[in-house]
């Protein structure tokens, strides 16, 4: 019989997909309660308004892509929301769409983009492109190695390609999406995709020029079933658009979640309520015991840190293995127009790029990628620098800078990156403190002994969500939790156990 009263434990994306899916399936008996320690729900969805509300700057998550499965689910949760008319979509043609660029190894230098002769320009004219060419061509013959290991992104790239592309342009893409260290983040967890392509096609060219991608999984039909056709207008805008977002940010999204969510009778959200203790009674029962009282439920569905989860129940392995990384995050926002040198979406900063000694990872133009979430009346250059990740881990606590410190760090890397010396009219600096889970090398072989212990010691009494397991990305986390949702609502009548890692199980590989 399916869980009677779900508990979830964390009011971030995944936590609040998770008790809405669940809300949207079960019947109304059943009860819903999310606890989130902090004050507000969004995790680290974190879109405000500065200068009179008139500046949308985002701390976190600022764009979701409209594609795979993941970016379904979370198209079809925009529009049973109702949200579709605050869509803020870029288009693929726009120049923030085509133009990215690398700081390497004392300039900016543009990457070849879906044109084809400025790509090949482009290509000819940067010395490490050119030199990875003949990489390119030679990777198709070059030999797969068995299928199942793992090993870190760069062995992968420096074994198919060369170390020069691994060290550049593919430790550049690790620090726009991990903030992490291209020689520690597992190939199988963070780039799955390429991983399979090698795993199938017996090389990545191979498999990128394939028009025959992989079908979804009947475990993940379950979901892609669910998914309301009739969305046509925003498939419209979104087929044509490489990324999106909203009028005021992604928060938008998490706000329409909760007052739905509060809407519904059967559900109940509950904020300055951090779990602290879970006790598992015999029978179904759980004791739930927060800062601010107890009661029972007998469902979890854990979408907290795996750093937090272990505080709660120590005997789970693996949990504290992966590190998660602190991101310094600058939000810069001058009153003249047109400052940026250039049009792109941005500029990432490779692991091998020299003399980078405020460890900074990236500059997302923001006015170029969302130009429409400011007051429309004024025309701001808007920008964020982020600092520190991977960088950070060996500081200590007193190292880390602080607000002014990282401000000044932005600032200095503003002027030297892109000539930009105006004084900004508005600011926030914030260290992002432990915020980016770092899926380290067989981190999949980990998942699947905290599969296999889940399963072992509360049977269909405890699940696992969120960014510490199977994806860090927005659609990732929502794929994740709608999934296990529906996994808790359908499997549990047949008695089989979910505890949201069935994708690593490792029986079935
Ligand atoms: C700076 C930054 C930029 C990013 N950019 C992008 C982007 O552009 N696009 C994209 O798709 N993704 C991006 N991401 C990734 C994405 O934002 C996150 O992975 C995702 O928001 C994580 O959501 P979550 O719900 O799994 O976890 P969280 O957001 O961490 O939520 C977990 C919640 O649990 C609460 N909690 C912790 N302990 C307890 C407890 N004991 N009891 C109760 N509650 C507890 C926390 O307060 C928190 O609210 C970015 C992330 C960061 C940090």
Redesign the pocket.
């Known amino acids: 019989m399916p869980p009677q009263h779900f508990v979830i434990?964390?009011?971030?994306?995944?936590?609040l997909t998770a008790a809405w899916y669940l809300a949207l399936n079960a019947p109304l008996t059943t009860k819903i309660t999310l606890?989130?320690?902090?004050n507000r729900f969004?995790?680290?969805?974190q879109s405000t308004r500065v200068g009179d509300d008139r500046i949308l700057f985002e701390?976190?998550?600022?764009?979701?892509r409209p594609v795979g499965l993941g970016g379904l689910v979370v198209l079809d949760m925009i529009n049973r929301l109702k949200i579709s008319e605050f869509v803020h979509a870029l288009p693929k043609d726009a120049p923030a769409a085509q133009n990215r660029y690398i700081f390497y190894p004392n300039k900016l230098v543009k990457l070849p983009g879906s044109n084809l002769i400025s790509g090949i320009r482009q290509t000819l004219s940067t010395k490490f492109l050119l030199k990875s060419l003949s990489a390119v061509v030679r990777e198709p013959f070059v030999r797969p190695v068995l299928p199942n290991l793992d090993e870190s992104v760069h062995s992968f790239f420096t074994r198919r390609f060369n170390e020069q592309l691994a060290d550049i342009l593919i430790s550049a893409l690790a620090h726009g999406i991990y903030a992490g260290d291209v020689k520690k983040l597992s190939m199988r967890s963070t780039f799955t995709n390429i991983y399979n392509m090698e795993k199938s096609y017996g090389s990545v060219i191979r498999g990128a020029f394939s028009r025959n991608p992989s079908p979804p999984s009947d475990e993940d039909m379950t979901l892609v079933e669910t998914i309301n056709r009739d969305n046509e207008d925003l498939m419209k805008i979104i087929n044509k658009s490489s990324l999106y977002s909203f009028k005021d940010g992604i928060g938008q999204l998490t706000n329409a979640l909760v007052k739905d969510l509060r809407g519904k009778p059967n559900v109940e959200l509950k904020v300055d309520?951090?779990?602290r203790e879970l006790k598992f009674e015999d029978g179904n029962e759980i004791e739930i015991i927060t800062n601010n009282g107890k009661f029972k439920g007998d469902h979890i569905i854990s979408?907290?840190?795996a750093y937090?989860l272990v505080k709660?129940l120590p005997m789970l392995p693996h949990l504290e293995y992966n590190p998660f990384v602190t991101?310094g995050?600058v939000n810069v926002a001058y009153e003249q127009p047109n400052l940026l040198p250039i049009k792109g979406f941005g500029v990432l900063f490779p692991q091998a790029t020299p003399d980078n000694r405020h460890h900074v990872l990236g500059i997302v133009f923001d006015s170029d990628t969302m130009p429409l979430q400011d007051h429309p009346k004024d025309n701001y250059t808007k920008v964020t620098v982020?600092l520190g990740g991977h960088y950070y881990e060996t500081f200590k606590e007193e190292e880390l800078p602080d607000e002014e410190e990282l401000l000044h760090q932005a600032l200095q890397t503003l002027e030297t990156t892109l000539g930009i010396y105006a004084t900004p009219a508005e600011y926030v600096a914030k260290l992002?403190r432990k915020?980016?889970p770092q899926y380290y090398v067989n981190h999949h072989s980990r998942l699947g002994g905290l599969h296999n212990a889940i399963k072992e010691n509360f049977k269909n009494r405890l699940s696992v969500c969120?960014?510490s397991y199977l994806g860090?990305?927005?659609?990732d986390?929502v794929f994740n939790s709608a999934k296990l949702a529906l996994n808790l609502l359908n499997d549990s009548k047949k008695d089989v156990v979910v505890t949201g890692l069935e994708r690593v199980d490792v029986k079935i590989e």
Do not use: D, K
Not at 35 to 38: G, R
Not at 42 to 45: A, K, L, T
Not at 59 to 64: E, S
């Open positions: 434990l964390g009011g971030g994306i995944s936590g606890l989130e320690a902090s969004g995790g680290w969805i701390q976190g998550p600022r764009t979701l309520s951090r779990v979408t907290i840190p937090e709660l991101v995050v982020m992002q915020c980016i969120g960014s860090v990305s927005i659609n986390c």
